[in-house]
């Protein structure tokens, strides 16, 4: 267990110098190296060529970029001076061409002079030692460097802002106030102008914050919809033409159709936009009693592929009298929207209105209406509210509703006013270990191996 305020008693820097690049390993125009530590000055103005003490902060310069056996690529150096840094150490970028190869070269020589490569989140994870972030915005950065969708790249945002961050102080300052007030009893129990306490009103008000922690805690679901993203299965028995769905959905000829019942065997994925979310595909084996060992492999995948999904796209098979899986119950969990296939081979008539056809273009829409609208029902939240990103920022905060209605009780119930006092305390912890003013080195460990090098 590390304490943010001991993280910085020593003012979070590091005695080393990292080294990664800062894009991504594949050709482009440009590519970023970035060195950060107390020797990045130095083995950037190496790299430069060019002294120390030209290394203006926030300058962008242009010449030649070197290792130890000569020119590697002409690009620009630029230092960010502690503490103005992303890091807030000495932070050094050299912009190349965006060639595997240059970049390969300037990591190389950062590392023959004395920089070492930098660990997954590395560089986030010392702007966090530094205080230049707390842990519910470096989960949002990572969150922001991944958003495909524009649901998931404006939550990222909401939260780099420190919107989720102040939230938290907001419910926060409360329990402090009430510690306070409590512990004020409890030093001056003697004395004449300590009031009376009312515990009844005292306890309403901590009743009160319970409540917002556990309303902010039910919009994770939320959250994870629009920065994860959400999955789709399709389900149903063979042949009842989840396949052609899926590939119409897509938009591409992603899985094989065939009138053979039990065609798909694997789970096929795919990934699109559905609005502003960004959501996956996923085609499965058609469920009934299997004709053999490959077959059953397949559909128990289906069955987990569904269970694990937000929405079931359940498909029955219109043109069949009776589709077998009317008698299979549906996986529990999930959303389940159903409807019937094949439109195009019945009479208007005998279509009713969740009949479709993965053959008509409307209908195909209609799914997918259908399932945008059932997203936002389990999102549930309004598109500007302020919602949890993580299982682990909900968890913290029902822990934290659950200490507050325990001191709650406690103060209803004439305790001594120590143990409200104790409960206050343990929702105050259970709310610095979501922003990271308490970091357990597991919680740290979990969220900062989730970036990628160079982030
Ligand atoms: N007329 C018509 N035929 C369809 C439609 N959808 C699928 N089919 C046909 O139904 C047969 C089965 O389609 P698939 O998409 O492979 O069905 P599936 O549910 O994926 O089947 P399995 O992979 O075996 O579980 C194929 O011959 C498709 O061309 C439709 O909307 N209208
Ligand atoms: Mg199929």
Known sequence: MRLFSEAHSDSGLQNDTIVAPATADQPAGVAIVRLSGPGALAIGARIAARPIARLTHALLQFGGLHGPSGRLDQGYAVAFHAPRSFTGEDVVELHCHGSPAVVRGICDAAEAWGARPARAGEFTRRAWLAGKLDLLQAEALLDLVSAR???????????????????????????????????????????????????????????????????????????????????????????????????????????????????????????????????????TAGVRTAAGDVEAAGIARAHAAAAASDVVLWLVDGAVAHDPIDALIPPDGPMVLRFSTKADLLGDARRPSTTISAFRDADVQAVRQAVAAALATLDGCRADALVLTRGRQAAGLRLAAVATARGCEALRSGAPLELPVADLRDAIDAIDEVTGRIAPDDVLEAIFSRFCVGK
């Open 149 to 283: 969708s524009e649901a998931g790249r404006k939550q990222a945002l909401a939260h780099l802002d420190g919107r989720a961050s102040d939230a938290l102080a907001a419910l926060r300052r409360p329990l402090i106030d009430a510690i306070a007030d409590l512990e004020a009893r409890l030093d001056f129990a003697n004395e004449d102008d300590v009031d009376d306490l009312d515990r009844d009103h005292a306890c309403d008000g901590l009743r009160r914050l319970a409540d917002q922690m556990t309303t902010l805690a039910a919009t994770a679901r939320a959250g994870q919809l629009r920065v994860g993203g959400a999955r789709i299965a399709l389900y149903g028995a063979p042949n009842a033409g989840k396949s052609t769905l899926f590939n119409a959905l897509v938009g591409a000829d992603r899985a094989l159709v065939h009138h053979q019942p039990g065609t798909t065997r694997d789970v096929v994925e795919a990934e699109g936009l559905l609005g502003d979310l960004r959501v996956t595909w996923v085609d």
